[in-house]
Every structure is written in C-alpha cells, then in structure tokens.
C-alpha cells in the first residue's frame, strides 16, 4: 500500500536531528494508516500511540532548545503550538479502548494535519537559521 504522506529532502528545517523526528512521525502516521486500511484488529493502536508521544516529547523538547539558541521571533506562539499537539494526542490515548476504530481514525488526522501544517509550514520558518546564525 503506498504511504498516505512520505518524508522528502525538500521538507528539511536544515537540522538533521530535528529532521530524523519529523520523518519517523510520517513513519508512525504511516503505520497507523496501513494498519488501519489492512487489519480488523485495532489493538496495534496504542503502541503506535505511545510510539508518537515519546518522540513527540523527545523531538518538541530539542526542538524549542534549538529555537531558543537561534534566538527565533515566535518561539512563545511556537512552543504553544507544541502544547497544543501533545494535549490533542493524549487526549487521543486518554479516551482509547481497545480496537477503537474511532481513535485510529483521530490519530490519523490529527497526525496528520500536524504534518502538514506544523512540520511542513510552521517548522520550515526556522530552516534558515542555521546558516543566518552560524554553527547550531
């Protein structure tokens, strides 16, 4: 089945860490898609669940540090944004019972729009940094 999105170069905020986390959440929204389209059970879910939070949690964190040390204008709206995201996915693991077609469902669109309209529009205003600042 082909992936519902793909990581590619162009996508790049110029940070390879930062990078190797936003393409292992296409990686997971990937995942949760093809389990989804393919399988009657939904049990999968909640590892995919927790999969996210943990490198949402580890990528969000390295990724406000880096604002904050390349000194970027919107960081507080940035970081509120953040917030905003791991509050909707553990709202998303709260509510989910097993086999939850419903959750599989959120979790794909909330990952999903998150992708698009996070990674690929709000992370890129920070891919010039890098090199308008130096070494990072």
Same mark, same amino acid.
């Given at each position: ?11 790049? $905020? ?17 995942? $949760?898609?093809?389990? $989804? ?5 939904? +049990? ?10 943990? !490198? ?14 390349? %000194?970027?204008?919107? !960081? &507080?709206? %940035?970081? &509120? ?13 709260? +509510? ?8 599989? *469902? ?5 990952? +999903?729009?998150?992708?698009? %309209?996070? $990674?690929?529009?709000?992370?890129? *205003?920070?891919?010039?940094?890098? +090199? ?5």
């Amino acid at each position: 089945m082909m992936p519902l999105l793909s990581w590619r170069a162009e996508y790049s $905020v110029n940070e390879a860490e930062l990078d190797r986390h936003h393409e292992e959440m296409f990686n997971i929204l990937n995942s $949760v898609y093809d389990d $989804v389209m393919n399988s009657p059970a939904l +049990g999968f879910i909640l590892p995919n669940i927790d999969k996210l939070t943990t !490198i949402a949690e580890c990528h969000l964190s390295a990724e406000e540090q880096y604002l904050e040390k390349m %000194h970027f204008p919107d !960081i &507080a709206d %940035h970081i &509120a944004k953040h917030r905003e995201f791991t509050q909707t996915i553990e709202r998303i693991r709260s +509510g989910y019972n097993d086999n939850d077609l419903e959750a599989s *469902k959120q979790l794909i669109i909330v990952l +999903g729009e998150w992708l698009i %309209h996070h $990674v690929l529009k709000e992370d890129r *205003k920070y891919s010039h940094l890098k +090199g308008s600042r130096g070494t990072a």
